[in-house]
């Protein structure tokens, strides 16, 4: 079993940065990839970013720009350093981590994050 436990969400006002962290643990497949995604109110779940164990990074449109993915191999941490924080960015964040050899998809808890004007 993998384990993915987010923190690092609250609220902030619109301009302002929150870091995003996730720490994962258990049986972590070798060949994986790390990102985060997001899922506002009555919206479905969408991708904001996405790291490689060599750290090729993928963002969304919406967030290229303003917001930084990071990892560190050694911890088994991913990171998502969120500046210019819009009104739009507010949603619960989940971090995730793929097997690039099965598929295997598994999911944090999510954490809030909220952009107030």
């Known amino acids: 079993q993998v384990q993915l436990v987010e923190s690092g969400g609250g609220l902030v006002q619109v301009g302002g940065s929150l870091r995003l962290s996730c720490l994962v643990s258990g049986i972590i497949p070798s060949f994986n990839r790390m990102g985060w995604y997001r899922q506002a109110p009555g919206t479905q779940r969408e991708l904001v970013a996405t790291i490689s164990r060599g750290t090729i990074t993928n963002y969304a449109d919406s967030v290229k720009g303003r917001f930084t993915i990071s990892r560190d191999n050694a911890k088994n941490t991913v990171d998502l350093q969120m500046n210019s924080l819009k009104l739009e960015d507010t949603a619960v964040y989940y971090c995730?981590?793929?097997?690039?050899?099965?598929?295997?998809?598994?999911w944090g808890q999510g954490t809030q994050v909220t952009v107030s004007s």
């Open positions: 995730t981590i793929v097997s690039l050899l099965t598929g295997q998809n598994y």
